[in-house]
């Protein structure tokens, strides 16, 4: 079935307008019942009367019927329709902005305090590298330079008296701690000695002697256990019965007395004999410590006298470098080949801020050397824009004075924070300041020109796209007006890029349905009240928000709106205004 408004063989592929004029009010004609065209007849006497006081009647009841139905017709009688099809389109960000040199050197002065210009080259001379643009008054500065010389002499004659101080102290720092170091040696000495011999000698004794009572413990049980045979058998009386049992019992006593001594050896003797050579070095290292720390506190009270008079010397080397320094700063030469441009003041005036018998201060600007031969646009870009940009897209710009040229570049630099520069005009708006680079190198530009710029952020090919002015959001979602056969309803969807022109639609519609352009007030209060659209409202009140189209939610600020659009929770119209002129700049 075709689309309303076409023919099978006319499909509709692109935005068509339908225009419905409204039924022709009926003619109030005194006709018969069942009759096609008015009676001429003469009507008899009684007839004529009936006629002539109903005519009258409803004349008037036939007029105010028309008006009322006047008044209650719908305001938009153009009802505009848009077939969904795949398109393709490219997604541009427009901004504005200044002409600006790639490269630009500065000119600042670089003597402390305030001096005078002497000498001053004439602006828009072509200079080369070497050239001299400025001279200041340097006469303080000459005085400066001789009364530091001869503090440099007196201070150089005391560095050198503290350093030779210092090499005495050194050489008796060095006799006493050698005598430490020796003290040190004999007691490790004496320590390895006791450890690697005395010591295992005692060890080895007392071993010994449990070993051999322990031998003789053995033999002795072995003769007491063959005497308690023996005598058992009758050989042995039994006196030698007991000198056997006795000479066991000895055995063991001798055994426990020699595991006892090794045990007390090993326990206290050695123990205490390592503690006496431990302590034996721990002083002789204190010693070593404390002539070391002594030699170091003397070296370092001499050092520090060295060191400070080092100080003094520096102090007054680095004040006459600093003033001959001054002195060569007195001359500015330029940097590198280029077009002299003097400084100026930016605000109500633009007036030059130097000339000849001027006092100039530390670190003002003076004059520019642009290099005109690259150049790039300088633009603020909205912050709802700037996710979409990236170093390295292309761009298009027309320069103002080059009617119908156009030049190309690339995006090369974004700012990573916002700037706030307008803040006293919009303290809603945020702006990333945004670099194009000229392709190409040219002569006739000048900076400062205004410039238009077009950013291709995205090229989108065959995806289903609507106008923008179709989709509305509600609710913290969007929708279109779906018209089936004359009969319409909002459905949901979900937008992706858009251009000025199109919206791409990623869900919610297919290819070929019928949506409506024009929506009349009757046809959004269809759209859902949801939760979140509720809270868009005024408190306390049950009538859905207001819907804002995403032509209101993407548009530049320079694209009008067909309607008003609706605030966050809890914001006004003059809230809502000044959000919308926070928006991206076209």
Request: a negative charge; aromatic letters at 6%.
């Amino acid at each position: 079935m075709a689309p309303l408004g076409t023919t099978e063989r006319e499909p509709l592929t692109e935005v068509q307008a339908e225009t419905f004029a409204p039924a022709a009010e009926p003619r109030l004609e005194p006709n018969w019942p069942g009759t096609s065209a008015p009676r001429r007849a003469r009507l008899e006497l009684p007839w004529r009367k009936i006629a002539l006081i109903a005519f009258p009647l409803l004349l008037i009841g036939g007029g105010y019927a028309g008006y009322t139905r006047l008044l209650h017709r719908p305001v938009v009688q153009d009802v505009q329709r848009f077939v969904v099809a795949r398109r393709s389109f490219p997604v541009i960000l427009k901004e504005r902005g200044e002409l600006k040199p790639n490269n630009s050197i500065d000119i600042r002065s670089e003597l402390e305090g305030r001096s005078t210009i002497i000498y001053l080259i004439p602006e828009g001379s072509r200079v080369k590298e070497g050239e001299l643009l400025i001279e200041l008054a340097s006469d303080e500065i000459d005085n400066s330079i001789r009364d530091n010389e001869s503090k440099e002499a007196n201070a150089l004659a005391a560095y050198e008296a503290a350093v030779k101080t210092r090499e005495i102290q050194r050489d008796e720092n060095a006799s006493k701690v050698r005598k430490a170091e020796l003290q040190l040696l004999l007691a490790r000495l004496a320590q390895e000695k006791y450890v690697q011999g005395e010591l295992k000698e005692l060890e080895q004794d007392a071993t010994l002697a449990v070993d051999k009572a322990q031998m003789v413990l053995d033999r002795e049980q072995q003769d007491y256990k063959d005497a308690q045979e023996l005598f058992s058998e009758g050989f042995i009386t039994r006196v030698e019965l007991k000198d056997a049992e006795f000479n066991a019992y000895a055995a063991k006593l001798d055994l426990d007395k020699a595991k006892l001594a090794l045990e007390v050896l090993k326990k206290y003797t050695i123990p205490m004999a390592l503690k006496e050579k431990e302590s034996d070095v721990r002083e002789a290292e204190k010693e070593l410590e404390r002539e070391k720390k002594a030699a170091e506190a003397a070296e370092a009270k001499a050092t520090a006298e060295v060191e400070a008079a080092k100080r003094d010397l520096d102090i007054v080397r680095d004040k006459l470098a600093k003033l001959r320094d001054q002195k060569k700063k007195s001359k500015i030469l330029a940097p590198a080949e280029g077009l002299v441009v003097y400084a100026r003041e930016h605000g109500w005036r633009s007036e030059n801020t130097i000339d000849t018998g001027v006092q100039v201060h530390e670190r003002q600007l003076l004059l520019q050397l642009p290099d005109t031969s690259q150049m790039k646009v300088e633009c603020r870009v909205h912050e709802a824009q700037i996710e979409r940009l990236a170093v390295g897209m292309p761009a298009r710009v027309t320069i103002e004075g080059f009617d119908g040229r156009v030049f190309t570049g690339k995006v090369s630099r974004i700012a990573v924070m916002a700037d706030s520069q307008n803040y006293w005009l919009n303290p809603n708006l945020r702006e990333y300041k945004t670099d194009i680079l000229l392709d190409g190198t040219y002569t006739e530009l000048k900076p400062n020109t205004t410039a238009r710029v077009e950013i291709q952020v995205a090229q989108l090919e065959q995806v289903l796209a609507v106008p923008v002015q179709a989709v509305f959001a509600q609710g913290g979602r969007f929708y279109v007006f779906l018209d089936e056969g004359g009969k319409v309803r909002p459905v949901a969807v979900e937008p992706g890029l858009a251009s000025t022109d199109y919206v791409e639609i990623k869900s919610g519609l297919s290819e070929g349905q019928v949506i409506r352009l024009a929506i009349t007030d009757e046809m959004k209060l269809l759209l859902p009240d949801d939760s979140a659209a509720a809270d868009d409202g005024e408190p306390g009140d049950s009538r859905p928000s207001r819907p804002r189209s995403v032509e209101q939610i993407r548009r530049p600020a320079s694209q009008p709106t067909s309607m008003p659009s609706a605030g966050r929770p809890g914001q006004d119209d003059a809230a809502t205004h000044r959000r919308d002129r926070a928006s991206p700049r076209s």
